[in-house]
């Protein structure tokens, strides 16, 4: 019995207890987008003061845990007085949902069900705190809308306005990955690394997308160097690790052969490969 309570006494002691609370912290993201961005999707900034000060309160004890008081204040004070810019920044971004989806109905629509929206807002969010130097907690938030909808943008990533995400499952975007306006990504595409070691911490890894670019679903581009020019396409599960000059068009060059079920005999002679 006096081993288990030492044992209980180790795994509770303050050497082992986490700076923030992940849940709380949680809480007060979806707070920040459900009540505080988007609270009746009316595009007016109204808010009540309870969510507001819940999330006042959670930032600034978990950063102040993590930085200290007066820079948790400094940070937090900035944060929750930006809110109102960021509320009309992303309703834009949900306009650029309905002029490029023809299947988005309404604004509403796309606030309240698109995930691709989600998860651009939460890095909004995030990005806002990353470049205050909060640590921990923008990778936190990025990865809670990560484990929702399955879009995978890191904190650090720079994304220029009206950036489209269409479906969005199984997207990756890298720290150091900066995309321009107006960018229209599908599913399954990764802006990635050449290849992943620790020396090349501090250095730009991910692919720079100039404006007006196209990346349908399952493509690949890697390395940090690798600039996609402005207004080119890359076609689905395309493979990219060099630069490209504006106006290119990307493609694989597959080739699929057709037949009708009159040409094959027997279930059991069946040729899967086409």
């Not at 990005?127 to 943008?153: C, M, Q, T, W, Y």
């Not at 990955?177 to 960018?183: F, L, P, T």
């Amino acid at each position: 019995m006096n081993t288990l309570s030492q044992i209980s006494d180790l795994l509770n002691s303050k050497e082992n207890a986490l700076p923030i609370n992940k849940k709380e912290l949680e809480e007060a993201l979806d707070t920040i987008f459900q009540q505080l961005l988007f609270p009746v999707c009316t595009g007016n900034y109204t808010c009540s003061t309870r969510p507001l000060h819940f999330v006042y309160s959670v930032l600034l004890e978990n950063i102040t845990n993590l930085m200290g008081r007066e820079k948790a204040e400094s940070i937090v004070d900035s944060f929750i007085s930006g809110l109102p810019d960021l509320q009309t920044g992303l309703r834009k971004e949900a306009e650029c949902y309905i002029h490029n989806d023809p299947a988005a109905r309404s604004i509403e629509e796309v606030i309240l069900a698109y995930p691709g929206f989600y998860a651009l807002s939460v890095h909004r969010i995030s990005h806002i705190l990353f470049n205050s130097g909060v640590p921990i907690i923008p990778r936190l938030f990025s990865e809670h809308a990560h484990a929702k909808v399955g879009i995978d943008i890191h904190p650090g990533a720079n994304i220029g306005n009206h950036f489209f995400i269409d479906h969005g499952t199984g997207i990756v975007i890298g720290e150091t990955s900066i995309i321009g306006e107006n960018v229209k990504i599908y599913q399954g595409v990764t802006l990635g690394a050449l290849f992943v070691t620790k020396e090349l911490k501090g250095t730009k890894r991910h692919p720079t997308i100039e404006d007006n670019v196209v990346i349908y679903a399952g493509a690949t581009i890697l390395g940090g160097s690798t600039v996609v020019g402005h207004d080119s396409t890359i076609g689905g599960n395309a493979w990219l690790t060099r630069s490209i000059v504006p106006y290119s068009v990307v493609f694989n060059n597959s080739e699929v052969r057709i037949k009708t079920a009159q040409d094959f005999g027997d279930a059991d002679s069946f040729n899967y490969t086409i």
